[in-house]
């Protein structure tokens, strides 16, 4: 099992559009040293890529599942993904 960076990718579905999912997501995911990106699609879910250490993308994870206050997440499709080498999580 490798220690190196992981990467997943998210669709968070519910009401998480317009209740400042995207801002606290990158808050939560510098605190927890990961790198990777959050944006609103047009289906009206929030897209997720975040890169780094298994146990901080299992944490991220699961503040995605409850997600900030005014927010009502449904449901949170989780996969592997592959590295990309991003630097710093941003907003899209």
């Given at each position: 099992?490798?220690?190196?960076?992981?990467?997943?990718?998210?669709?968070?579905?519910?009401?998480?559009?317009?209740?400042?999912?995207?801002?606290?997501?990158?808050?939560?995911?510098?605190?927890?040293?990961?790198?990777g990106?959050?944006?609103?699609?047009?289906?009206?879910?929030?897209?997720?890529?975040?890169?780094?250490q298994?146990?901080?993308?299992?944490?991220?994870?699961?503040?995605?599942?409850?997600?900030?206050?005014?927010?009502?997440?449904?449901?949170?499709?989780?996969?592997?993904?592959?590295?990309?080498?991003?630097?710093?999580?941003?907003?899209?």
């Amino acid at each position: 099992m490798s220690a190196g960076p992981s990467a997943r990718r998210l669709a968070v579905h519910g009401q998480v559009q317009g209740v400042n999912f995207r801002a606290v997501m990158q808050r939560r995911a510098r605190e927890l040293g990961l790198a990777g990106w959050v944006a609103n699609q047009a289906d009206g879910t929030v897209a997720v890529h975040a890169e780094g250490q298994a146990d901080a993308l299992d944490a991220l994870v699961a503040w995605a599942r409850e997600g900030p206050e005014g927010a009502s997440v449904e449901r949170v499709d989780a996969g592997e993904a592959q590295p990309e080498g991003i630097d710093g999580f941003a907003v899209r």
